[in-house]
């Protein structure tokens, strides 16, 4: 009986389900076209797409501390404004007299040092907003501040350029709020929000309460019928994924927090050649207006230990010269910390970026804590378009004026495309 699985269990998985359903119709069909061409290790294009390349999106969400992740510490203004916050510099993981690193960011130094991670400083939009909401949406649809867009960048790209893609989960996200990026026309990106919709049992109440799901009973009923084959299809789906990772080790050395665990299972799904081209994933927390010491060094631990995990596994796989990583967060934080020990809502912030084209180092200006605007923060001297612009053209051949409905230099974070 279907009450033998327990009910949180159950719903737990089932909730996994409900951010696909408005995909399915024609995804497994397409989805297992893409499927039936992958030939193993060595990976092939998608199909209808001209090259294999993939961007994994890791956003960390509720505004990073930019200031105490790629530290000034060097400055004088910098220790002025943040006695207590301030990352102690005889600690800091030092890049120059100038700069360093957050002391929890020991494996992404290490990548730094070895030439596969770069670091842009600097990085915002003109006429910042600090609200969450609304700076969130600028970021995932690369809008103008003072206007409201109702698709995402990644969506215009799936519009625009991968039109004969047979692929139609082309963009996935693993989360709780789906985010804005995919948003689109054609419907080509899809959330699960919970990652244990791959993993059903093969046997035991659980898996005769699946079949039972899977078949399909007429009922001459439209609406009720569709409401059966979109369960169904969605069903048939997740085991198809499952099945194309199933049996692979990771050699990741992925901790158990959400973001490793996140990683670990894009690199599955990467290594089994699952026709996706955007894979975006979270990392929440970053909103410290108090007690922010331990809990911000905590998220940075987090992220330094996934991503190096991340780059690991794709090394081993042999997958990581087709994937892009890049991190972005809304907003950075106010220079100076508030009076509960943390930091208010700001501006210009830090990216990270690693795997494929990416040219390592340091980018961008240092901070300029001496220029800061009327409200006391940061004015950012890249604007985050410019390095989507970049994604776009430099790594994957796209038109980037036609996605971001307007002219943005590429930022030279990656390789030039050499594609014919």
């Avoid at 009910?7 to 024609?26: D, N």
């Avoid at 930019?66 to 910098?78: K, S």
């Avoid at 989960?169 to 026309?185: D, I, K, M, N, S």
């Amino acid at each position: 009986m279907l009450i033998q699985m327990g009910r949180r269990r159950f719903l737990r998985r089932a909730a996994g389900l409900t951010a696909l359903t408005s995909t399915v119709p024609g995804f497994l069909h397409k989805t297992g076209i893409a499927f039936a061409g992958a030939p193993g290790r060595d990976a092939s294009p998608i199909p209808g797409l001209k090259d294999d390349r993939v961007l994994v999106v890791v956003q960390l969400a509720g505004g990073n501390d930019g200031l105490n992740t790629i530290v000034p510490h060097g400055d004088d203004l910098y220790a002025k404004a943040r006695p207590k916050l301030g990352v102690d510099p005889k600690k800091v993981l030092k890049l120059d007299e100038h700069t360093g690193m957050h002391t929890e960011l020991v494996e992404l130094k290490r990548l730094l040092d070895d030439g596969q991670l770069a670091i842009v400083q600097n990085v915002g939009y003109p006429n910042p907003d600090r609200s969450h909401f609304r700076s969130s949406e600028v970021w995932e649809t690369a809008s103008p501040a003072d206007k409201a867009w109702t698709t995402g960048w990644v969506g215009r790209y799936f519009d625009n350029e991968c039109a004969g893609a047979e692929s139609s989960v082309l963009g996935l996200q693993l989360g709780e709020r789906p985010a804005q990026t995919f948003a689109g026309t054609s419907n080509r990106g899809v959330t699960i929000s919970n990652p244990a919709i791959l993993d059903w049992p093969a046997r035991g109440p659980a898996a005769e309460a699946m079949r039972r799901i899977n078949r399909i009973d007429p009922t001459a009923i439209d609406a009720l019928d569709f409401v059966q084959r979109t369960a169904s299809d969605t069903l048939r789906l997740s085991k198809t994924i499952g099945e194309a990772m199933g049996g692979a080790k990771s050699p990741g050395d992925y901790g158990p927090f959400e973001l490793s665990q996140s990683l670990k299972l894009v690199a599955q799904m990467i290594a089994a050649e699952v026709p996706t081209r955007v894979f975006y994933v979270t990392l929440g927390g970053f909103d410290t207006h108090a007690a922010q010491a331990n809990r911000h060094a905590a998220l940075l631990q987090e992220l330094s230990q996934a991503l190096a995990a991340f780059h690991k596994d794709l090394k081993a796989r042999g997958h990581l010269d087709r994937t892009l990583v890049m991190t972005f967060s809304e907003f950075g934080r106010r220079v100076a910390e508030n009076k509960s020990a943390g930091t208010d809502h700001g501006t210009a912030n830090v990216m990270f970026l690693m795997g494929g084209s990416t040219r390592p180092g340091l980018h961008g200006d240092r901070p300029d804590l001496a220029g800061l605007d009327e409200s006391g923060d940061l004015a950012h001297k890249i604007d985050f378009r410019s390095v989507y612009a970049a994604v776009l053209g430099d790594w994957f051949g796209a038109d980037a004026r036609r996605v971001l409905d307007g002219r943005f230099d590429p930022y030279p974070i990656l390789a030039a495309s050499s594609r014919a």
